[in-house]
């Protein structure tokens, strides 16, 4: 009995040693493993850091991490896919090892995104009066006067401005930087930081610089501009404008009453091609656009070295849409030098606009006309976003709040996929932000 006794007693502390020698073991390892994990995040820190510093550099790197006590703690390994064509959407991997188990590593994926100048339903950079209904984030470096239906911030620089009477005010009171009779003021802001409208001057000639490498560059006319056609099957038709209608008076409040034109008569076919996959079509001229997009692209317009007297505007000359298809994979964008222009008799009656429109040194927008049978239209419906320099109309009252001009009802609507989703080549906003973290 004593000899079966010692057995049983010798087989417990073996079995109990194995025991806490596995879970020292185990400890060992988890420890091993934690610290590859820490390893790892340190890359990913790096790469953040790296990237606020140098956007571009997306090159595979492998570094040591140390301890200023225990010297080498571990490498990591970092490597980058970069966004692509029309993203700003970076996937970061690092994996993490320890100097002391090298064979057990630690795998983390990050992703990182810049915003995009359409991070806004509207970025405007003078003062402006709503009416409308509005869905998403409104920005202006001047005041807001906001008498609609918003359901975002609503954010302007100004802690207070003067409102003059083009925003329905008399005798030039001081006012907050966003006040009026519209709903949601929960949501209003003020004041922000401003934001750099003049740095659209840099992305215009890299757009050029873009458009000239892919061959979809094209020149002065030599008439009055381009005409862009977008057609449903993802190809486009250009012509080049030879003559435009008569001059009709019209009003803009920086220019006042002039006699112009910006409705085309007669034109001649340039080309027709398919329009290029994430792409970018820059044209030295104005340009009027309209049709169905069925992919991702821009287009810009502007002539360089930059001069007031030779800005160019670019004309919607009808709906340009996307067809119903509202995933992300049609995006859109128009960057125009001067203004983006509505004009008279091309403005369609019920007018859809989708896409990222940008008026850099002018403004969004339909001049006043006071004679002739397109002077009031019905209706206006935007998606994605309006940039705009100048304060954007299209809808134009008299001192009684009665429309006179323009159109007579519009909404605008924000498109999610243009934060971090642009259409090619489209500027961006500020540094690389977190979007998501996993261990793979």
């Known amino acids: 009995m004593m000899v079966v006794l010692v057995m049983m007693i010798g087989v417990m502390f073996v079995s109990l040693g194995g025991v806490t020698n596995q879970q020292y073991q185990q400890g060992g390892l988890t420890a091993q493993d934690e610290t590859a994990f820490q390893v790892a995040e340190s890359g990913l820190n790096y790469a953040r850091w790296r990237l606020a510093h140098n956007g571009n550099d997306f090159s595979s790197v492998q570094n040591q991490v140390y301890d200023q006590l225990k010297g080498v703690l571990g490498t990591y390994t970092l490597t980058f896919v970069p966004p692509q064509n029309g993203s700003t959407i970076v996937q970061i991997t690092s994996v993490g090892h ?228 509202k995933d992300g994979t049609r995006e859109f964008g128009a960057v125009s030098q001067g203004n983006v222009l509505i004009p008279n008799s091309g403005a369609a009656n019920n007018l859809e606009m989708d896409g990222a429109f940008v008026a850099q040194h002018g403004r969004f927008g339909r001049r006043y006309y006071n004679t002739g049978s397109y002077i009031l239209r019905n209706s206006i419906t935007t998606y994605g976003m309006v940039a705009s320099n100048l304060v954007p109309v299209t809808t134009w009252v008299n001192g009684s709040n009665a429309v006179i001009g323009g159109y007579q009802s519009g909404t605008s609507s924000y498109d999610s996929n243009l934060l971090y989703g642009p259409p090619p080549y489209f500027p961006t906003t500020g540094e690389y932000q977190f979007l998501s973290w996993q261990q793979k």
Not at 233 to 249: A, E, H, P, R
């Open 98 to 325: 320890t100097a002391t188990a090298p064979v057990r590593d630690v795998t983390l994926q990050a992703t990182y995104g810049k915003p995009s100048f359409a991070k806004y339903a509207m970025l405007l950079n003078d003062d402006v009066w709503f009416g409308e209904t509005i869905s998403g984030a409104v920005h202006s470096n001047g005041g807001i006067r906001m008498d609609g239906q918003s359901d975002s911030t609503m954010t302007s620089a100004k802690a207070t401005y003067t409102c003059k009477s083009t925003q329905g005010c008399s005798g030039n009171p001081t006012k907050p930087g966003v006040w009026g009779s519209g709903g949601n003021s929960a949501l209003w802001q003020y004041p922000v930081s401003s934001v750099d409208y003049a740095g659209l001057t840099a992305d215009l000639v890299s757009m050029k610089a873009a458009a000239q490498s892919a061959n979809t560059y094209f020149g002065s006319s030599g008439g009055y501009g381009y005409h862009i056609v977008f057609n449903s099957n993802n190809t486009y038709s250009l012509y080049k404008v030879t003559s435009k209608q008569s001059n009709i008076s019209s009003y803009f409040p920086d220019d006042g009453w002039v006699s112009s034109s910006y409705d085309i008569k007669k034109e001649s076919l340039v080309t027709s091609a398919t329009v290029p996959s994430g792409g970018i079509l820059f044209f030295e001229d104005s340009v009027w656009v309209e049709g169905t997009v069925a992919s991702r692209v821009t287009i810009a317009s502007g002539k360089f070295p930059e001069n007031p007297s030779t800005y160019t505007d670019i004309i919607i000359n009808g709906s340009v849409t996307y067809g119903g298809v």
